[in-house]
DNA sequence: TTTGCGGTCACCCTTTCGGGTGATGCTTGA
DNA sequence: TCAAGCATCACCCGAAAGGGTGACCGCAAA
């Protein structure tokens, strides 16, 4: 009876290590428990259909399916699924995409201890643990400016080396679109040229690393 | 008697998590003893200093001091000193120049919990743990294609969105020479223009992202 | 000491970028 | 239904980038 009462913890990362970290941080905590773990987006997505945790920690760089599209599809299938961001790197539009993609929280893994079971707790009480920085980062502008695909597409190609001719070429769309392309892209990161543009998607997560 | 003979640890990483799991790792092995922690680069020189264990476990991403600067600073104190090299991402240059400067062991941090126990004892012992793919990045080209301090500089200006009229005036130089530099570096990194460069160096590392 | 390399600079010339302006067709949501 | 946003394309023009070539200085290693 007791032990059902225990918050079920389902732990999704690619580092052995962070799990072992988790695993430390919870063993002390008699109301939570570690009931699974996944290296892989498509792995998390598979361990909860198995477990259905009560509470998801979800790094969002992993291999095979990315965390964001693990996190997307578990909400689809899942509405309820209360899933936490656990992510390396603060400031990215990664991390803004997984709350309006329904995360409730939000962890850096620079975070103590002590807040992970909290968050974890907080968020299976119901409550949303967003850090303000990342709430505001949605309300100002990244919501819009966020670029389309197709501006990632082409911001991809450029990043790789091609001038707007050849980006055109290769998606059989003239260099002028491409030009027009880039420069609402460039217009959207307020970039003073592509080469700027580039190292701006590359911090923002836009484009993978 | 037999406490003096466990191996000494020190562990230098700005996530805590990574040193939960590092605790969780070593808490049951009998003959190894994790004795400090250090979250930046600078921290890790202090306490190095402090406690001179028997072998470090260094991240590479560090705030303040880097851990690449940190690890160069221990091993011209002492250069005795036992670093193993703990990173997340795999291939970059920052773990052959970790290796240049004197790391003894390279962990990726999805490595195993049995690994990173093995290296540890492995590399008390005198061993070197270098992985083959980093060792051939060392033998091959990643020693030549490395930039000088000033290319690496530019670039970063360059990255940030600055002409190379505009690098040349912060840095007082000719335009000519930045244009130079820049040939050179494109030359290096067998980028295609500028923007190319930028790309590859922020995904090598040479550039923080 | 000579060689090589890093850093500095210059000139020429072609290609590419980036800004401005404007226009069309399609889809989607208010 | 109508506005908004996305993707598409065109033309002009000045500014910047990139390729080639060649040169000088200082320092450190061979």
Redesign the pocket.
Known sequence: MATNDKIRILCADDHPLVHDGVSFALQFQSDMELVGSAFSGQEAVEQFRKLCPDVTLMDLQMPRMGGLEALVAIRREFPKARIVVLTTYSGDVQAARAISGGAVGYLLKSSLRTELVRTVREVHQGLRRIPPEIADMLATRYDAD?L????VE?LRL?AAG????VV?DR???????V??????V??KLAA????HAVSIAMKRGFLAI
Chains 1, 2 share one sequence.
């Open positions: 966020d389309t695909p197709r501006e082409i450029v091609n001038s707007n001719k055109g998606l059989s769309i003239s260099e002028e679109t030009k027009s392309h880039m420069k609402n460039m217009e003073n040229d592509r080469t």
